[in-house]
């Protein structure tokens, strides 16, 4: 599928992942629970199954149960429109798709679907919004082009943008719908970057100019640390949830009613050219006030909550609240199914709190970057105690339990949000889960051991999985045992009895098709689209394997130059394999002479380790070369070979010591197998380890 893959290729590693909504069948419509399901078109895939009689009956259960006859979110979710994008596509400067809204147009033909939870549903119809939004005058929004909004505030001489995107491409969309209708021929005066995720930044190149931003003609505005943290967040396990990505956000899986059906943030993410320009004023101080192209501005700075660096920013004289991604149409996450360090919620919650007291006493209107705002001084109050308290009983409450004694591996299915939050639609699961964040909540305080010595030094399941066979019965057995399951409805029993059988005997295609079609009725059954999608994305791979060929690049050269010398010279040392460099000794004195950076590199005891600011009386080897000119190698467009050839710098004793540095370098493949038996491999050595990766070409050549 080539916009699959051109789909994950937009996904910056630093970041996280986006139709005119015609007349909604939903809206305005407490009778929809009495409406019977439609036929669904056929699958996808041809060993694809329908709904079971149990999952229709589990879906028909909550769409009884739930507040379906609160319609506020539609009617929220419908003002201010004054233009629709008639454009269903987007196309990339490189000549593919960059966005397509034209393939979630299906959701808002059938009032519902028996393969897609109704509450699922009724989020992905709200995220099928597809133009230009009116907030309140001098606030607009473009919604619908991206993972999240792109928003327009007007300043005393142009326009401040609010995190610009994922890529330029639909931002340029964005800008010239904007520019149609309302923009009056302004230009761009200021951006802010609310947080250091990559839908809030990697569009900008495409509405300022960065030798503008240099020179300080557009302010461009973060919290404070916001550089380094963009990209170390992601980048040690970068390619590890690059391939993560493909379950959470179902990379494989086109968009239909037995695969994907939209992100709970948004629809998807856009897949255009990604940019990064760096800020030229940061806010440090925990609240602070300035004037941003003659508008009064608060911004207050909520590290450690929803990004590891974040702000609000609340308007005083449009008694307006911008939320970043603080407050959305969801529980965030807590655990991120694609990995990122857990969150704190009980920190998130008290600056939720914090911002009530200090702006939503007065604030009419909440806006945010994603979703779409709230109006009136009540209904902006209302959400922010609710969100207040979902994120406080999810950190209190699940430690209650574990100071009861619940592990880790039971938490999920014994911690649930109380009723009041539960019947708030804003408050359900559709990006973080109540089940996997309760899970990240004891996994951020206790961490992974259910203190169960039986678990504490675990067999590999692969190791583990013959002996449950054996004792099982043999594969006869625990197939013919799995498919009364099965049938019987009990997806989650099958599903252990069955993985252990396929991590057993990982090409017995019997044991992976039917795992496969217990996977895809759990998919059904998710109202969280990262569950849905991980489990479909499971029965995907099951079915057909991973797809080889291109994969993607998820760092634009511009998120490279961003990474601090240090950052990169630790990555070199995740990146180098130890078993490639047992018996190496040796001492690099790096010199920076541009930026004034010193460090010592040092192989010793199989590992590579860097300090910053000091120098070894006796190095092996000193290498001298400009930040300017390490930037060409560590984005891979010219070599240190070819950097010392050219005299663009300078190495002084044993230069052998980079060919040897380099022999222990290995390229991180982002198709490596999750279930088993998935992964074609063309050749076998019988001595190989499984999880040894290829050495790559010499830095140095």
């Known amino acids: 599928m080539a916009t699959r893959r051109q789909f994950i290729g937009a996904i910056p590693a630093a970041g996280a992942a986006f139709a005119v909504g015609g007349n909604f069948l939903l809206e305005n419509s407490?009778?929809?629970?009495?409406?019977?399901?439609?036929?669904?078109?056929?699958?996808?895939?041809?060993?694809?199954?329908a709904p079971s009689s149990f999952t229709k009956a589990m879906l028909q259960d909550a769409k009884a149960t739930l507040p379906f006859t609160d319609v506020r979110d539609f009617e929220e979710q419908k003002k201010g429109l004054i233009a629709?994008?008639?454009?269903?596509?987007?196309?990339?400067?490189?000549?593919?798709?960059?966005?397509d809204m034209e393939r979630f147009q299906f959701l808002d033909q059938q009032e519902e679907f028996d393969s897609i939870h109704p509450s699922l549903h009724r989020l992905s119809r709200l995220n099928n919004n597809y133009g230009l939004y009116e907030v309140i005058p001098g606030i607009y929004q473009v919604r619908g082009f991206d993972l999240s909004n792109i928003t327009f505030v007007r300043g005393k001489t142009g326009w401040i943008v609010f995190d610009p995107l994922v890529s330029g491409e639909p931002v340029r969309a964005a800008w010239t719908l904007f520019q149609k209708h309302v923009g009056l021929g302004l230009p761009v005066t200021a951006v802010i970057y609310s947080h250091t995720h990559g839908d809030h930044w990697g569009g900008v190149r495409s509405i300022v100019d960065e030798d503008d931003v240099r020179s300080g003609k557009v302010a461009m505005i973060a919290p404070a640390e916001f550089m380094d943290l963009t990209i170390s967040e992601n980048v040690y396990a970068g390619n590890a949830m690059n391939r993560r990505l493909f379950y959470q956000y179902g990379l494989l899986l086109p968009a239909a009613p037995h695969g994907y059906v939209g992100q709970g943030l948004g629809q998807?993410?856009?897949?255009?050219?990604?940019?990064l320009i760096a800020p030229n004023r940061f806010v440090s101080d925990p609240i602070e006030e300035f004037e941003v192209d003659g508008i009064r501005m608060i911004f207050q700075n909520t590290p450690n909550t929803e990004a590891p660096r974040e702000m609000n920013t609340y308007i005083p004289d449009m008694k307006a609240l911008w939320m970043a991604e603080n407050i959305i149409a969801s529980l965030h996450n807590i655990y991120t199914l694609r990995g990122a360090p857990v969150r704190d919620p009980l920190n998130w919650s008290k600056y939720i709190a914090q911002a009530l007291q200090l702006y939503g006493q007065e604030a009419e209107v909440m806006f945010a970057s994603h979703h779409w705002p709230r109006w009136g001084n009540e209904r902006v109050q209302d959400v922010l105690r609710a969100q207040r308290d979902l994120y406080a009983n999810m950190n209190n409450q699940v430690l209650h339990l574990a100071n009861q004694g619940v592990t880790i591996n039971e938490v999920h299915n014994v911690y649930r949000l109380p009723k009041g939050?539960?019947?708030?639609?804003?408050?359900?699961g559709y990006h973080g889960s109540p089940e996997h964040n309760a899970r990240g909540v004891i996994q951020r305080y206790l961490g992974f051991w259910d203190c169960n010595p039986a678990t504490l030094i675990p067999l590999s399941p692969a190791d583990s999985a013959p002996l449950y066979v054996e004792m099982m019965g043999g594969p006869g057995k625990i197939l013919e045992r799995g498919r009364a399951l099965h049938d019987e409805g009990k997806y989650h029993l099958a599903s252990e009895i069955l993985n252990k059988l396929v991590l057993a005997e990982p090409s017995n295609g019997d044991a992976k098709d039917l795992l496969a079609d217990v996977f895809e009725q759990l998919g059904y059954q998710q109202e969280n689209p990262g569950l849905r999608n991980s489990f479909l994305a499971a029965a995907y791979e099951l079915r057909t394997g991973i797809p080889q060929g291109e994969t993607a690049n998820s760092s634009s050269p511009d998120v490279i130059r961003a990474m601090s010398t240090e950052l990169f010279l630790n990555f070199l040392g995740i990146r180098m394999d130890s078993r490639l460099a047992e018996g190496m000794r040796f001492t690099?004195?790096?010199?920076?002479?541009?930026n004034g950076e010193k460090f010592i590199i040092e192989m010793e005891n199989a590992t590579l380790t860097n300090i910053a600011g000091f120098q070894s009386p006796k190095p092996d080897l000193t290498l001298t070369i400009n930040r300017s000119d390490l930037e060409q190698t560590m984005m891979g467009v010219k070599t240190l070979e070819a950097h010392l050839a050219s005299g663009a710098a300078k190495a002084d004793g044993d230069i052998s010591v980079l060919a040897k540095l380099a022999s222990t370098m290995v390229d991180f493949d982002p198709r490596f197998e999750i279930m088993p038996g998935t992964k074609a491999r063309t050749t076998v050595i019988a001595h190989a380890d499984p999880y040894e990766a290829v050495p790559t070409k010499p830095i140095a050549e």
């Open 84 to 99: 629709p994008m008639t454009d269903m596509k987007i196309m990339a400067d490189a000549g593919h798709v960059a966005w």
């Open 30 to 49: 407490p009778a929809r629970a009495s409406t019977s399901a439609q036929p669904l078109p056929s699958h996808f895939h041809p060993k694809g199954k």
């Open 588 to 594: 690099v004195n790096l010199i920076i002479p541009d």
């Open 268 to 275: 998807g993410v856009s897949a255009g050219a990604t940019g």
């Open 421 to 428: 939050l539960q019947e708030k639609w804003y408050c359900r």
